[in-house]
């Protein structure tokens, strides 16, 4: 019998049952279990012998709605080499490239990472490399664990749900299904007060096919923590408000859209559940679900929602395509089985990157529909903090987290001081030049003349010169 929980740590509430209800509602239970069209289930090695199985295609499936056909164009051997060298350079140079030139890693990661470094890239760009190296032994001491019965019974039998169609997971008892259980159960045991959720269980089996178990969980855990925190909690708040802050954000993006779904009390946790929880992952082609995670990892959660905007301006966003659907039943029908011949890979992520929506868009409509919950629901059970938005916003804390502990001056030494995002107040000029002053303190003497303070301004040329040449002298004497 299974050790329950140290007296110390309180047992998860079960976050299962909220899912499923809003699963059961909008339609999507069927997809969350992986069942085949006659309701029977395809995981085990008999059953997929059993069937007409198509070519491997190469991304791992044997067929199902997100298999690829021979016809997907292919990128020419001398260019995905020439790519494959260019993120080889920036891995050897990882802090610099992010420090120094981010904008051109967010580009490069848009255009898609190399299919053979992608497991490696989304190590780095979640940070979850450093995770996994200042936690050595760390996975193994979790899976030594015994673990709580009641998480370990609901994972077993959430195994063969994930990616049936998938070589990696369709053997029952297979090597894939066996690494998504100690990753699954490592996580109950890293947060016992989270335990498990359902949504996980997809997200974890991503991360599995591009890269080993010990570094898909850590990678789970940036997810969970950094980029999604609250998600996966009990009671999913965290899912419900960022459903009503997508909800805003249609509205300003496309108001059609948004004015059917209204016309028809379609909610958004109806239909954007399982969309946010599983990253798209069950949603789009193959293609376009590692497109969209590439982006994912390096700009965080705004990704998540231009995906799903974009998805309803397509499906609803002209009144063509409305006249089809008369009512909630077909809407959701529509929303719940989107048709991989309606989702072109170039087009989707062509839109993903031209729609104005911004982190700091984001961050002010989560304090607007915070204040809202407060006032209509009470006080959230979710503390909902600053989520990081990707891979610089990462890197920046990480920063400021050394120079606290180190007793440096991060100001100095790295540039942005405060922290991102549109709830920064803004201060004043004396506050500002006080900031600078202190800087100026704190910086050494050699360094004054090179630093990015106005110092420069108080002198003329000429004093400039007679200091450089009066340093000159004194060094030759």
């Not at 920036?90 to 120094?100: E, L, P, S, T, V």
């Not at 190399?114 to 200042?134: C, F, H, I, V």
């Not at 077909?330 to 890979?345: A, F, K, Q």
């Not at 993903?352 to 006032?375: D, F, G, N, P």
């Amino acid at each position: 019998m299974s050790a329950g929980p140290p007296p110390n740590l309180r047992s998860a509430p079960d976050t299962l049952s909220y899912l499923e209800s809003a699963s059961l509602m909008s339609g999507t239970l069927e997809s969350l279990s992986g069942l085949g069209e006659d309701g029977s289930s395809v995981g085990s090695d008999s059953e997929i012998n059993g069937l007409t199985v198509r070519r491997i295609d190469k991304y791992g499936f044997l067929g199902g709605s997100q298999y690829s056909d021979a016809t997907e164009k292919d990128i020419r051997v001398e260019v995905a080499r020439q790519r494959e060298m260019k993120w080889l350079e920036m891995f050897n140079n990882w802090d610099k490239w992010i420090k120094h030139r981010f904008q051109k890693v967010k580009l490069r990661c848009r255009k898609g990472i190399p299919s053979s470094l992608r497991g490696k890239a989304w190590q780095l760009l979640s940070n979850s490399q450093e995770l996994l190296q200042a936690n050595p032994g760390k996975f193994e001491e979790l899976e030594r664990e015994p673990g709580e019965a009641k998480w370990l019974d609901i994972i077993e039998k959430d195994l063969h749900r994930q990616f049936p169609f998938h070589e990696m997971f369709a053997a029952r008892g297979g090597h894939g299904q066996q690494d998504l259980y100690r990753i699954l159960k490592a996580y109950t045991i890293y947060r016992p007060d989270e335990g498990y959720c359902q949504a996980q269980a997809p997200v974890a089996a991503v991360l599995l096919m591009h890269m080993p178990a010990e570094q898909a969980f850590w990678c789970l855990v940036q997810i969970c923590e950094k980029f999604l925190p609250g998600y996966y909690s009990a009671g999913l708040e965290a899912i419900q408000l960022d459903g009503e802050i997508f909800f805003s954000l249609l509205r300003r993006t496309c108001p059609m859209a948004y004015r059917h779904l209204k016309k028809f009390k379609i909610d958004p946790i109806l239909y954007m559940t399982e969309w946010f929880m599983c990253i798209f992952s069950r949603t789009l082609p193959w293609s376009c679900v590692l497109r969209v995670w590439d982006m994912f990892f390096c700009e965080g959660v705004k990704i998540v929602f231009r995906v799903g905007l974009v998805l309803l301006k397509q499906m609803l966003g002209s009144v063509d395509k409305l006249r089809e659907l008369q009512g909630m039943y077909e809407t959701m029908e529509r929303l719940r089985s989107i048709s991989p011949d309606m989702i072109r890979e170039d087009v989707l992520v062509q839109e993903i990157v031209t729609l104005q929506v911004t982190e700091a868009l984001i961050e002010r409509e989560s304090s607007v529909q915070v204040r809202k919950w407060r006032e209509s629901r009470g006080e959230l059970t979710h503390q909902p903090g600053r989520r990081l938005h990707g891979t610089r916003a990462i890197f920046e804390n990480k920063r400021r987290a050394a120079a606290i502990s180190s007793g440096g001056s991060y100001s100095f030494l790295g540039g942005s001081a405060p922290p991102p995002g549109p709830l920064r107040k803004r201060r004043s000029g004396m506050e500002r030049r006080t900031e600078e002053d202190s800087v100026v303190l704190k910086a050494p003497p050699a360094l004054l003349l090179f630093t990015k303070t106005r110092l420069i301004s108080f002198f003329n040329w000429s004093t400039f010169i007679f200091i450089l040449l009066s340093l000159f002298y004194s060094n030759n004497d």
